[in-house]
């Protein structure tokens, strides 16, 4: 399990199961990891991406994990990388909120089958409603603790993503809370 991050001091690496870490650019870190399940977390929580991070790791060792502080950042990764897998995306967010996230790759060809997973504290029924009808695959409320979050992961690990034109039900839609 290697995953790709920008650390709270602005060093990008990736750290892999044996925790030294290997530092390289986040562009070049793409070509040293492959056939591993691509993985997104949009976030500008640190500490909810460092979570959700390290429950995936332990979960699946065969991913590759790329943060992003923002709506814009997310975007721009999306554009210019390798289309990844998952995109876990929480719904607020500095510079662009989730829900503009969203709209945009729905709208895009390129992106729009792209599984998106909302990750968000919200348990608000409009916006789990919302997220839903605007294409999200999934609607995670965050777990207050680190083993249900793992129990979530697991459920999300389990799923064939190979094709994300499939979507669950909306009974099926919202996970934890």
Same mark, same amino acid.
């Given at each position: 399990?290697?995953?790709? &991050?920008?650390?709270?001091?602005?060093? $990008?690496?990736?750290?892999?199961?044996?925790?030294?870490?290997?530092?390289?650019?986040?562009?070049?870190?793409? @070509? $040293?990891?492959? =056939?591993?399940?691509?993985?997104?977390?949009?976030?500008?929580?640190?500490?909810?991406?460092?979570?959700?991070?390290?429950?995936?790791? *332990? /979960?699946? @060792? =065969? !991913?590759?994990?790329?943060?992003?502080?923002? %709506?814009?950042?997310?975007?721009?990764?999306?554009? *210019? +990388?390798?289309?990844?897998?998952?995109?876990?995306?929480?719904?607020?967010?500095? +510079?662009?909120?989730? &829900?503009?996230? +969203?709209?945009?790759?729905?709208?895009?060809?390129?992106?729009?089958?792209?599984?998106?997973?909302?990750?968000?504290?919200?348990?608000?029924?409009? $916006? /789990? *409603?919302? !997220? &839903? $009808?605007?294409?999200?695959?999934?609607?995670?409320?965050?777990? @207050?603790?680190? !083993?249900?979050?793992? =129990?979530?992961?697991?459920?999300?690990?389990?799923?064939?993503?190979?094709?994300?034109?499939?979507?669950?039900?909306?009974?099926? &839609?919202?996970?934890? %809370?």
């Amino acid at each position: 399990m290697e995953i790709a &991050f920008k650390s709270r001091t602005g060093i $990008q690496y990736i750290n892999n199961l044996s925790k030294t870490p290997i530092i390289v650019p986040l562009d070049k870190a793409e @070509s $040293q990891v492959n =056939n591993r399940l691509e993985i997104i977390i949009a976030d500008d929580d640190e500490d909810d991406q460092e979570l959700l991070a390290e429950a995936i790791s *332990e /979960i699946s @060792s =065969n !991913t590759n994990i790329r943060l992003a502080g923002n %709506g814009k950042d997310l975007m721009k990764k999306l554009r *210019e +990388l390798t289309l990844p897998d998952l995109v876990f995306l929480d719904l607020n967010m500095p +510079l662009m909120n989730g &829900f503009e996230c +969203l709209e945009l790759i729905k709208k895009d060809p390129k992106l729009k089958n792209v599984p998106v997973l909302i990750y968000s504290t919200s348990a608000n029924p409009d $916006q /789990i *409603e919302r !997220t &839903f $009808q605007d294409g999200a695959h999934l609607y995670i409320q965050k777990p @207050s603790n680190i !083993t249900e979050l793992k =129990n979530i992961v697991k459920k999300i690990m389990d799923i064939t993503w190979d094709n994300s034109a499939l979507r669950p039900t909306r009974k099926e &839609f919202l996970l934890g %809370g």
